[in-house]
């Protein structure tokens, strides 16, 4: 059973939320939350597994909430990990977004997403996906091209600790293609990808696919176009 944590300024969509959530097989609301101190504190009490939080929470706020809620407990109960954070954000959030992802974030829904679109977001973060639907991945990328610092610190050194074979499947990353893509592309195993992807998350120390996309522009291995 996945739990999930509504986070939402909005009680009329909470209710909403908890309601699509309670129809559906699997899936469980643990708590439901309307401030992000609330989310911060309710996420360590319930330990839920998704913390479904809308962008509309005030954006400085919200964002100290994703990096309180994503950031690893110095000691976490056994058996337990951070929950990951699926934002639900109008189509003209990309800025939102792209500083979202670096606090921590796993995905991001649109608010205009079809109920079977959200609950599928839901399942895929708790599985420890990544989620960015087709309209927002254009616009994060180009905020990553846009927002890449000139000389991150530690990127260098990060990058350096990548095999060959694994900055060109992060390059892959980046350019927006999935595993069975670059398996095609790179004449190598899907599953060999898989096990490419999960050695890069661990060196460059991202949470999520999605981070990775972040540190291929910030570290310059994938230059602006």
């Known amino acids: 059973m996945t739990a999930v ?29 309307a401030t992000g101190a609330d989310a911060v504190r309710m996420s360590a009490e319930l330990h839920p597994d998704v913390v479904l939080m809308d962008s509309r929470i005030p954006q400085r706020d919200g964002i100290d909430t994703i990096r309180r809620i994503t950031r690893p407990d110095p000691q976490p109960r056994p058996g337990t990990r951070a929950p990951r954070v699926l934002l639900l954000t109008p189509t003209s959030d990309d800025a939102y977004s792209y500083t979202a992802l670096r606090a921590g974030a796993a995905g991001f829904v649109l608010h205009d ?8 977001a839901v399942r895929s973060v708790a599985a420890g996906n990544a989620v960015i639907t087709r309209g927002l ?25 990548l095999t060959d074979r694994e900055r060109d499947v992060l390059t892959a990353i980046a350019s927006g293609w999935s595993n069975a893509e670059i398996a095609t592309r790179l004449s190598i195993a899907p599953t060999t990808v898989k096990s490419h992807v999960s050695h890069i998350l661990t060196k460059i120390g991202a949470r999520a696919r999605v981070q990775a996309v972040v540190f291929a522009y910030e570290s310059g291995l994938v230059r602006p176009a």
């Open 5 to 33: 944590l509504i986070v939402n300024t909005q009680s009329l969509q909470r209710l909403g939320l908890r309601m699509l959530l309670a129809a559906q097989p699997g899936l469980t609301t643990v708590g439901e939350a």
């Open 113 to 120: 997403a079809t109920p079977d679109e959200l609950t599928s």
């Open 137 to 161: 991945t254009r616009k994060l990328i180009d905020a990553v091209r846009q927002q890449r610092p000139a000389d991150p610190p530690g990127g260098e050194l990060r990058l350096d600790a």
